[in-house]
């Protein structure tokens, strides 16, 4: 199984070039499951009941999310409802939405996809370890083929997590900081790893907004409207071989689109 996941995909532009090299880029990778970071597509902050449709529609298996995931109160109901989304597992249960899902790829093998908060720096109220090792549980007895999303600031912390699930999940993918990290590997006991899949969004901003209002924003340190970046798209993704549920390879992709 080739397993195909999109870095934070962000605002207007990211979702625009994704939408337009996604069939091709599954067709020249062969791949089976395509999972995306979805929780900065609209306008870079949160995501749409619409827009995750139109994602879902361009061939997109399963959307992730983060912690901006509250930002459009619209896409709620849609969390509770839909199986293709999914919010992080570590937020209060009363929460809308679920933090794993498990859907067919496209051969029919099921596919679990866990996402996860990161707890260092993200304030997200309960640490990921906590309950990973329930939801691993609970996604095997559903999928051989495990993927984590653990969507966090601290780099410590998404590697202790890549080295606690290695052999017990498929792949761990770092999400969050838009940058995506050299060290794409496959850990000692099968599990594919990456510390950030990166961004795939304007290529001359920072993360993703406009470049001269961040600049004035640090130079000034004062509040400013964020507005997503233009021109070219950098698309970060990994590619992840998988088989009997533990990976292969995994190799980090960078396009300017």
């Known amino acids: 199984m080739n397993i195909l996941f999109i870095g934070d995909i962000f605002g207007q532009p990211g979702r625009d070039a994704l939408v337009d090299r996604l069939p091709t880029l599954i067709d020249e990778r062969a791949v089976d499951f395509v999972i995306a970071n979805g929780e900065n597509v609209a306008n870079g902050a949160g995501i749409t009941s619409k827009l995750a449709a139109r994602l879902l529609a361009g061939g997109v298996d399963v959307i992730t999310t983060g912690n901006h995931v509250w930002r459009q ?52 109220g309960l640490s990921p370890f906590r309950i990973v090792d329930a939801l ?11 993927v984590v999303d ?18 017990r999940v ?8 838009h940058v995506q990290t050299s060290d794409a590997r496959v850990l000692p006991k099968g599990t594919a790893y990456i510390t950030d899949v990166g961004m795939t969004g304007p290529l001359e901003s920072v993360i993703g907004v406009r470049t001269d209002i961040i600049i004035q924003r640090f130079i000034t340190e004062m509040p400013v409207h964020f507005e997503v970046g233009d021109g070219a798209v950098r698309l970060n993704a990994v590619v992840i071989a998988a088989t009997g549920g533990r990976a292969t390879a995994i190799e980090a992709i960078e396009e300017i689109l």
Do not use: W
């Not at 989304?85 to 099921?110: E, S, Y």
């Not at 498929?170 to 900081?177: F, K, N």
């Open 73 to 124: 109160r619209e896409v709620f109901p849609f969390l509770d409802t839909s199986d293709q989304i999914v919010r992080p597992a570590n937020m209060a249960a009363a929460c809308p939405g679920r933090g794993l899902t498990v859907r067919a790829a496209h051969d029919g093998d099921p596919v679990a996809v866990i996402d996860l908060l990161g707890h260092l720096f993200m304030d997200s």
């Open 136 to 146: 691993v549980d609970e996604a095997g007895a559903m999928a051989e083929t495990i």
């Open 150 to 167: 653990i969507h966090g600031e601290a780099t410590s912390e998404k590697v202790a997590m890549g080295h606690y699930l290695d052999g």
């Open 170 to 177: 498929t792949a761990v993918l770092g999400t969050h900081t």
